[in-house]
């Protein structure tokens, strides 16, 4: 061996190189009982665009699917048009709920062949999908629960989301609300799985632990947790993993367990640049938050340390902010989006802080409590 080679080697070797590079969410799907509705609630109330359709009218028997985009940001609605399939039994078990997690990938074959081959469970083996605008490879594995990764590699396409989708104009549109992409997303795993399910992420697709909660953290008097943050190799997908604890009541995470029927996609982190914009539109579209006391923010500046904001307006809209190494962070949590007490939003704006908001689950998960008890479910 040359002595470059025996350099380029050991380099390797000292640096393992991302198995599963990934670009990014590409989209997120939601199996949802009437998406012709859901898709008019993204835009009226969230600020999506029409994109793309796919459904009868375009060759497809089973199933109706409407494509909104905001930004980076694309969400699919789908709903079965028969019973007795496997749309319409997530619906019947998980009620709406998200069902796929695709990632943008250069190359889905290679996804698919690195994921699998480490003990990843396939969904789907690689597919060619062409039209007259080019073609998509797309592949996948399971997850937690029902939920899927879909890995998509869209080099070679230019229509507007993939072949089998028309373009999808609607009269009704809508002004942007300001989000921007997908921050991060989280899954609510069963008792004591957690850890089984770091090490999928870690073995079958090369994530790591950048962050941990354990019941110390994150618990009030009987909304414990614990969570751990997975993130890809270059942090574009992050993917905290959530699994209830023993607390005096029920944990909002049994909660979701036992009302979604299983383990699946807790919240979905939207990114914005300006939260208060972003909230206060929001809020004027009807999508409702969960709300902290006032007295949260009385030393906020004490617990926190400066920020740039003026407090009146995060009091207001009831903003969120915690502050890391790094920085600080703004978000704010809505209520569950649909009557089963479980899939919500985070919308979040990040001013340098790489963390997720641990100075506030307390005053957080007690607001959360507040609604559980409303429900009759703590
Ligand atoms: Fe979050």
């Not at 795993?189 to 950048?210: A, D, L, P, S, T």
């Not at 614990?226 to 029920?250: L, Q, R, T």
């Not at 963390?355 to 009759?376: D, M, T, V, W, Y």
Request: some cysteine.
């Amino acid at each position: 061996m040359s002595t470059a080679m025996a350099e380029k080697l050991q380099i390797q070797l000292e640096t393992p190189t991302d198995f599963l590079p990934l670009q990014g969410t590409d989209y997120i799907e939601f199996y949802v009982g009437n998406a012709k509705q859901a898709a008019h609630y993204y835009m009226s109330a969230f600020g999506f665009s029409a994109l793309a359709y796919a459904g009868p009218e375009t060759g497809i028997r089973d199933r109706a699917s409407y494509v909104v985009r905001q930004n980076k940001l694309t969400f699919v609605l789908t709903t079965p048009i028969h019973a007795g399939n496997e749309i319409a039994d997530h619906i019947y078990k998980h009620g709406d709920g998200v069902k796929v997690l695709a990632l943008r990938v250069e190359d889905a074959t290679d996804a698919w062949m690195q994921t699998t081959s480490r003990g990843g469970k396939s969904y789907m083996e690689p597919t060619l999908l062409k039209d007259e605008e080019g073609e998509i490879v797309m592949s996948g594995i399971h997850t937690y629960g029902d939920t899927v990764h879909l890995f998509i590699e869209r080099k070679n396409y230019n229509g507007p989301f993939m072949p089998g989708y028309r373009n999808w104009e609607p009269a009704f549109n809508t002004q942007s609300t300001g989000l921007l992409y997908v921050d991060h997303c989280v899954g609510n795993v069963g008792w004591n799985c957690m850890n089984k399910w770091v090490k999928f992420y870690e073995e079958v697709m090369g994530f790591r632990n950048i962050l941990t909660f354990d019941d110390n953290d994150i618990s009030t008097e009987y909304s414990a947790l614990m969570s751990k943050v997975m993130s890809n190799g270059n942090g574009y997908v992050k993917f905290p993993i959530n699994e209830p604890a023993e607390g005096k009541k029920k944990s909002q995470v049994e909660e979701y367990l036992e009302f979604y029927d299983g383990e699946g996609v807790q919240h979905i982190a939207l990114a914005t640049n300006d939260i208060v914009k972003t909230v206060r539109e929001l809020m004027k579209r009807g999508v409702e938050f969960l709300k902290v006391p006032d007295t949260y923010y009385n030393d906020l500046e004490n617990r926190v340390g400066r920020i740039e904001e003026d407090i009146a307006p995060l009091k207001e809209l009831g903003i969120l902010v915690d502050r890391d190494d790094e920085g600080y962070l703004l978000q704010l949590f809505s209520k569950p989006i649909e009557d089963r007490p479980t899939v919500f939003f985070e919308i979040i704006q990040r001013k340098g802080a790489k963390s997720f908001g641990k100075g506030n689950f307390k005053a957080l998960f007690e607001a959360i409590e507040r609604e559980q008890e409303a429900r009759g479910n703590l």
